[in-house]
């Protein structure tokens, strides 16, 4: 049986969604529905229901689940296992980060295992904490990578390779020398990432204790949205300071002073049951060294 179609199975299983699985896995959507369209046709059995909702796994489809991850846990050990040790670094290595992350940390990790290990593809998948963490579970990624002040996970072997400071920014504006504080703050308009950002959440916490109502809140589902939206002087934000270093200084953004947040530890998470391949053991020392000196 083909692997991809089982692990394009358990894609919509976790995430629900035929468009959120497609876009983890870098397919476009008719290619999961085809995946899972031949996964049943093989089968003779419906896995799936299409709900307004989400998609349901059947009866059958729950009893699939669990067999289909072992698969793929046992093709990934294939593939690691049986190469010898100390064989070059190659295949395909599967990452989820937080889009700041991806957009502006892991470029440079790319391009240095495209100089010394061009045989390793690094698939990249934006996710926050809740989906990275699932998926590294379900054998759907190799690593994790994930932005939390404090990361306790003892099914999961994670490690803290550095740090992200943490920024309050607005349009530049006349007031900004005065300090802020969190009612300051509650009683303008708040632009933060998608709920499931760990510093936009933190945020939201401090503005609800202040008094801010929800509809002073507007969440996006990317940075660059709410940079654009931000630098427009529709509100104010909060986000790691790489993200914005761009536009702080060609004065299109101005941090303020104002209360401050704890910069977030960057994690990374593996399986602790998973060999680690000549590629993910390639790719996890990388990120260390990333975070180590961002140049590397």
């Given at each position: ?45 419906r ?74 593809r ?7 904490t ?26 999961l ?9 943490v ?29 499931g ?33 931000t630098?427009?002087?529709l509100?104010w ?12 200084g ?16 960057v994690?990374v998470?593996?399986h ?7 590629a ?5 020392e ?5 975070w ?5």
């Amino acid at each position: 049986m083909d692997t991809e179609l089982l692990r394009t199975f358990c894609a919509v299983v976790r995430t629900r969604s035929f468009t959120a699985a497609a876009r983890e896995l870098g397919y476009v959507q008719s290619t999961v529905t085809g995946h899972v369209q031949a996964l049943e046709r093989r089968l003779g059995v419906r896995l799936l229901d299409r709900l307004p909702t989400g998609a349901i796994p059947t009866d059958a489809g729950r009893r699939l689940t669990p067999l289909a991850r072992q698969v793929l846990d046992l093709e990934n050990r294939i593939r690691t296992e049986v190469p010898a040790d100390g064989d070059e670094p190659a295949g395909p290595v599967h990452l989820i980060a937080p889009e700041s992350v991806c957009a502006y940390r892991l470029p440079a990790l790319i391009t240095r295992l495209r100089a010394e290990a061009p045989q390793v593809r690094l698939v990249l998948t934006p996710g926050g904490t809740a989906a990275a963490l699932a998926a590294v579970r379900d054998g759907t990624t190799d690593v994790a990578v994930v932005l939390e002040p404090v990361l306790a996970v003892p099914d999961l072997d994670v490690r803290t390779v550095g740090t992200e400071a943490v920024v309050l920014l607005a349009a530049p504006a006349g007031d900004r020398a005065r300090r802020w504080t969190w009612a300051d703050l509650a009683e303008r308009e708040t632009l933060l990432l998608e709920e499931g950002c760990s510093y936009g959440d933190q945020a939201a916490r401090h503005l609800v204790a202040a008094g801010q109502p929800a509809d002073r809140r507007t969440r996006f589902g990317s940075v660059e949205a709410v940079k654009r939206c931000t630098a427009a002087g529709l509100g104010w934000t909060v986000l790691p300071a790489v993200t914005a270093a761009a536009e702080v200084g060609a004065g299109a953004l101005e941090v303020l002073d104002g209360p401050a947040l704890p910069a977030c530890a960057v994690h990374v998470a593996t399986h602790p049951d998973r060999t680690r391949g000549p590629a993910v053991r390639h790719v996890l020392e990388r990120l260390r060294a990333l975070w180590a000196d961002p140049r590397s």
